[in-house]
Nanobody, 126 residues
């Protein structure tokens, strides 16, 4: 599976952005897809995921109510709609995919994902 993330940019606090993750080699309805973000010098952080088995969405607490993960099977693309962006959301965002259906306590673990796309930079100014 090859993943291609796009859609990052420089925005102001309160603005919105939509990130896209396009896949080739496998369709998104057969894999769990997640978004992670990383700031230089810090560990990679889980943001959101859609689980393969039941299409349930999961979010880290800091983005609940502001971010929405969705998928378009026809386009084989997963989106991360980010609203009410904050300076603390500034990071490199990467999408990842895995063949499994992790339980709730594991879906945020990078080790659950087998494939990673390159990151796209999101910068939120105050």
């Amino acid at each position: 599976v090859q993943l291609q993330a796009s859609g990052g940019g420089l925005v102001q606090a309160g603005d919105s952005l939509r990130l896209s993750c396009a896949a080739s080699g496998r369709t998104f309805d057969t894999i769990t897809v997640g978004w992670f973000r990383q700031v230089a010098g810090k560990e990679r952080e889980f943001v959101a995921a859609i689980r393969r088995s039941d299409r349930r969405s999961f979010y880290t607490d800091s983005v609940k109510g502001r971010f929405t993960i969705s998928r378009d099977i026809a386009k084989n693309t997963v989106y991360l709609q980010m609203n009410s962006l904050k300076p603390g959301d500034t990071a490199v965002y990467s999408c990842a995919a895995g063949a499994g259906s992790p339980i709730l306590s594991a879906i945020n673990l990078p080790s659950m994902y087998d494939y990673w796309g390159q990151g796209t930079l999101v910068t939120v100014s105050s």
